[in-house]
């Protein structure tokens, strides 16, 4: 069975910085690329970041390039996203997806999400 379990988040000042991971499990990890994708209350989901299997290409939304970070460590099967200077608009429930397989990692087309973790930025 297919497992993505996201954890790091909380609540946190503006300036302020968080880590997320993502445990995958079920499936083998270094064969999949990954993304993650936030959702604020009352809006839909917007797409952050995504990395492809060997963790050398990435790719960030505009609203969180130069701040954040995505990586992987495949020989542990976990997703991680690193947050920098955070701001109040970050505020989501951030998930990290699996990517289809074969659709290419620059593309989002997900066929498994995890059940997210909550990321609060407020003073």
């Known amino acids: 069975e297919v497992q993505l379990v996201e954890s790091g988040g909380g609540m946190v000042q503006p300036g302020g910085s968080l880590r997320l991971s993502c445990a995958a499990s079920g499936f083998t990890f270094s064969m999949y690329d990954m993304s993650w994708v936030r959702q604020a209350p009352g809006k839909g989901p917007e797409w952050v970041s995504n990395?492809?299997?060997?963790?050398?290409?990435?790719r960030y939304a505009t609203s969180v390039n130069g701040r954040f970070t995505i990586s992987r460590d495949n020989a542990k099967n976990t997703l991680f996203l690193q947050m920098n200077s955070l701001k109040p608009e970050d505020t989501a429930l951030y998930y990290c997806?699996?990517?289809?397989?074969?659709?290419?990692?620059?593309?989002?087309?997900?066929?498994?999400w995890g059940q997210g973790t909550q990321v609060t930025v407020s003073s």
């Open positions: 997806a699996r990517h289809k397989y074969g659709t290419g990692w620059f593309t989002k087309e997900y066929d498994y």
């Open positions: 990395i492809n299997t060997g963790g050398s290409g990435t």
